[in-house]
Structures are given as C-alpha cells and as structure tokens.
C-alpha cells in the first residue's frame, strides 16, 4: 500500500517536472545565458534549478511555476556572478556569444544589438528587463520575484531602458 | 531602430537554437537520483556523532590513564622513590628521609611543595609504602610501626596498620600522619 502511494507520488513529481522542463526549461536558460553571457554556465544553472525543483520538491502556486524556476535561476546567476571566477573569464568576455537561425544572419543585426545591450547591463538591470520584456512579468510580479519594492523595480527598469536605448543610439551612429 | 520592447522578438531570432534540450533533461534527471542518494548517504546523525566522539574519548583517556594513571596525584618530577635521586637538583628539596618500614628502606623526597597538597603528599607516601610493601604485608608484618628518619638523625615511629588504611584497604587516612611528618620537618 506504502509503496503504491510512493509510486504515485513519485510519478506525480515526474510529471510535474516533465511538464515544467517542456514549458519552461528554455526560458530559464535563455534568461539564464543573457545574465551570464556563457552557454555551458546557462546550462548548468538550468540543470541546478530543476535539480532543485526535483529534490527539494517546494510546493508552487498554480500559475506561479515560471516565477518560481526564474527566481530560483536568477538567484543562482547572482551568486555566479559574485564570484570574482565568473566576472574575470564570462563577463569580461568583449563579445555576447549568439545562435543565430542560419537562414536568418542577415537580419539578425538589430536583434544582436539588442541581445549586446543587455548583455551590457548591470545584473540589477539585467534582471528586471528580462523578467519584464523577455518574460512578460508585471512589475508588481516581478517585485514579488525579485523581494524588492515595486518602485525599485520601475526605477530599474527606466534607467535600464535608458541605458540600452543609448548604446543601440550609439550602435546606429557607428 | 529596434526597441527593448523588441527582446521577445529578437532573443527568438538570435537565440533560436539555444534551446532546452533532452540531453540537458537527462543531465538533470541523472543529477537528481546522484544528488538524492549522496543526500541519503551524507545525513547528518548527530547521535552517532556523538557516540563516536564520545567513545573515542574514552578509549583515549583509557590509553592515556594506562600509560600514566590520571588518579596519580604526583609525578615523577615531584618526588624519586627508592634508591633514586632527584632529576633535577636545582629544585628545592623540603622533605628528605629515609622511610624504615621492617627491614626495608624507603628513600623519597618532595621537591615542590607549593604544587602539591597535604591529601596529595600522603596519596604519594602511601603509594610508595604500598610498592614498598603490601597492604596485606604490612598489616601481618610482625612490627607495626614505621620508623622514619629524617637526614640529621633523628628519628619517629608511627603506626602503619589500622590508623592509617582506609575501610576499602587501598586509600590510607592519613591526615594524621602527615601532620607528624610535617611537624618533624619544621
């Protein structure tokens, strides 16, 4: 009888993680590699989230999943980019790496600026434009995400949209 | 020109092909049972802990005690039973004599006072008097006084059985006899 319920149980956890690996893996690693700048980090941040997620089995709110697996990731991307490793190798790296649509190269000019600005952005930045162009959060979602006041967050995301709007200015006049 | 509204669109673009994939599903799957099984291998037992710290402490407080008895009030650098002399003559010597017990002579000394109590001074004679001679011994010995001598000559007699051995025939109550062995020294 134990083992049936553990069975069940183990295969509702399957499930779950399979349905939230389908659904929201890849933004969790796109978002992932844009704060870091480097694939493989991106990758073993995105494997640590959901290792998480499988292991410490947290209860999530219906809808809340995504916000969950990218505080999580954001969180991870943070302590990465604290330590001095990460600044000196990935994000000192003068070039955001892409994986451009083969058929697409010649058009990707405008959308690779894009991607190099936000590469470009302070990580407190970074944050806030992903989770709000890239994601689609709210701000008042976001500051949910992120623990810190709405008005912070609108504040960051002016002066970041200032920030990225002046080097895709200064990108245009080069 | 392109706008950060634009980011959907564009990280799209660029990065179509950095995609979550089934290796990196794997990847997970394999570093949740490893992580699962390290996480059941690795818990804390803090009893166990405990017991082990506390066990190894003992057997090494029995090593210890083996080697040299803990319940030793003194040490080989307070005192030279015997034939032996101080090591370390520089030490102020304030008791020195000749222990006559039967035919036997015990020759001791207590280089530091201050260290060392009464109750401690008496626990070392006795000890010497009962490597000298048994308990059994000098209760049967046909004489039943100690004969002490101190190093100008002059002589005490004391009683070795009763006055002095304990009711569990190991500890001697010695007070007595000590404060004769101090008031002879003075």
Redesign the interface.
């Known amino acids: 009888m134990i083992k049936t319920e553990s069975s069940e149980r183990t295969a509702s956890i399957e499930y779950s993680f399979n349905e939230l690996y389908e659904l929201y893996a890849t933004d969790v690693l796109r978002v992932s590699y844009y704060y870091l700048g480097n694939r493989e980090m991106a990758e073993d941040v995105t494997q640590d989230v959901f290792v998480k997620l499988i292991t410490n089995r947290p209860e999530l709110e219906s809808g809340k999943e995504k916000a969950w697996l990218l505080k999580v990731a954001l969180n991870r991307c943070r302590d990465l980019w604290r330590s001095a490793w990460i600044r000196r190798t990935v994000l000192g790296h003068p070039h955001f790496e892409s994986f451009p649509a083969p058929d697409e190269i010649g058009a990707l000019a405008d959308q690779f600026s894009l991607a190099e600005a936000v590469n470009h952005l302070k990580p407190e930045f970074k944050e806030v434009v992903l989770l709000f162009y890239y994601q689609g959060f709210s701000v008042t979602e976001i500051s949910g995400i992120l623990q810190i006041a709405e008005g912070t967050v609108s504040s960051r995301l002016s002066r970041a949209r200032e920030k990225m709007m002046k080097e895709l200015k200064g990108d245009d006049n080069q | 020109?392109?706008?950060?509204?634009?980011?959907?669109?564009?990280?799209e673009?660029?990065?179509?092909?950095?995609?979550?994939d089934e290796s990196?599903?794997h990847?997970?799957?394999e570093?949740?049972v490893s992580?699962?099984v390290n996480?059941s291998r690795s818990s804390f037992k803090p009893v166990a802990v405990f017991c082990g710290i506390l066990g190894l402490f003992l057997v090494m407080i029995s090593v210890i005690n083996s080697i040299q008895p803990l319940s030793d009030p003194g040490g080989i650098s307070m005192f030279t039973a015997g034939n032996q002399t101080s090591k370390d003559i520089s030490e102020k010597q304030i008791l020195n004599m000749d222990i006559l017990s039967d035919n036997d002579i015990l020759s001791f000394c207590f280089s530091d006072e201050q260290i060392i109590d009464d109750r401690q001074k008496c626990a070392i004679l006795v000890r010497l008097l009962e490597e000298a001679n048994s308990v059994d011994d000098m209760i049967n010995a046909p004489v039943d006084t100690l004969s002490i001598k101190k190093a100008d000559g002059t002589e005490s007699l004391f009683m070795v059985s009763v006055p002095y051995l304990s009711a569990n025939g190991k500890t001697w109550e010695c007070a007595a006899f000590f404060d004769e062995i101090q008031k002879m020294t003075k």
């Open positions: 020109m392109i706008q950060p509204e634009d980011l959907y669109s564009a990280t673009h660029v990065l179509c092909n950095l995609k979550a990196l599903k990847r997970i799957i570093k949740s992580s699962n996480k």
